[in-house]
Each structure stands twice: as structure tokens, then as C-alpha cells.
């Protein structure tokens, strides 16, 4: 049993910054790779960046390379997500989930990730 819970989302002008936090309790947090989504309003969720259980590899979705940038500190169970420059297309609900097993590569299909945090708001005006 995996439990995520978001902070850092909120109101943001365009160009600007917001750093969201993802706090894990339950299971073994480090020897999970885990995931950010997101879900615009009216469109599907979509991926956003996944770290490995180290924290050594990441990968982005190519809307958020170069202006995101995720990260973990697994000695406070927690993941975060370093938004910069953001645009009004990154206005959406945020979640962080926890990628079902433990694999070599990083998954950016939502159904490879079992545990979900509730989300949290980004809004960026122009």
C-alpha cells in the first residue's frame, strides 16, 4: 500500500516558475521509478517526465524537455517536479504516480503506474 500526496500547485504567470512536491509513504520508495501526468482541462492525461529509482535517468515528454525538470530525494520519500518558463498549455491537474514494478526502463504509459496521488492545480495565465 502506497500513499502520494501532492503540494506545490497554484495560480502562475506565464514565464514563471512552481515546484511541486510528491510525498510517498507505505512500501519501499526507493526502489521505485516513478512518473508525472498531467490532464489539461477537457483533454486526456498525458505524461509529463519519469525519474528512476535512483534518480540517475530521467525522461520528458517532449512539451516539457529543457523547462522541467524532475527529481527525488529518497531519504525523504519524495519526488519532485521543477517547472520553469511555464506557458498557458502547461495549465493542467498534476499527478505523480508510482511505476507498478521494478524495470530497467521507464514507462510513460499511465497503466505501467498503480498508485496515483489525488493531483494538484497548475494554473498559468497569459
Known amino acids: 500500500q502506497v500513499q502520494l500526496v501532492e503540494f506545490g500547485g497554484g495560480l502562475v504567470q506565464a514565464g514563471g516558475s512552481l515546484r511541486l512536491s510528491c510525498a510517498a509513504s507505505?512500501?519501499?520508495?526507493?526502489?521505485?521509478?516513478m512518473g508525472w501526468f498531467r490532464q489539461p482541462p477537457g483533454k486526456e492525461r498525458e505524461f509529463v517526465a519519469a525519474?528512476?529509482?535512483?534518480?540517475?535517468?530521467?525522461y520528458y515528454a517532449d512539451s516539457v524537455k529543457g523547462r522541467f525538470a524532475i527529481s527525488r530525494d529518497n531519504t525523504k520519500n519524495t519526488v519532485y517536479l521543477q517547472m520553469n518558463s511555464l506557458k498557458p498549455e502547461d495549465t493542467a491537474v498534476y499527478y505523480c504516480?508510482?511505476?507498478?514494478?521494478?524495470?530497467?526502463?521507464?514507462?510513460?504509459?499511465?497503466?505501467?503506474?498503480?498508485?496515483w496521488g489525488q493531483g494538484t492545480q497548475v494554473t498559468v495565465s497569459s
Open positions: 504516480a508510482k511505476d507498478r514494478g521494478i524495470y530497467y526502463s521507464l514507462h510513460i504509459r499511465p497503466t505501467d503506474y498503480d498508485y
Open positions: 507505505g512500501g519501499a520508495f526507493s526502489s521505485y521509478n
Open positions: 525519474i528512476s529509482n535512483s534518480g540517475i535517468n530521467t
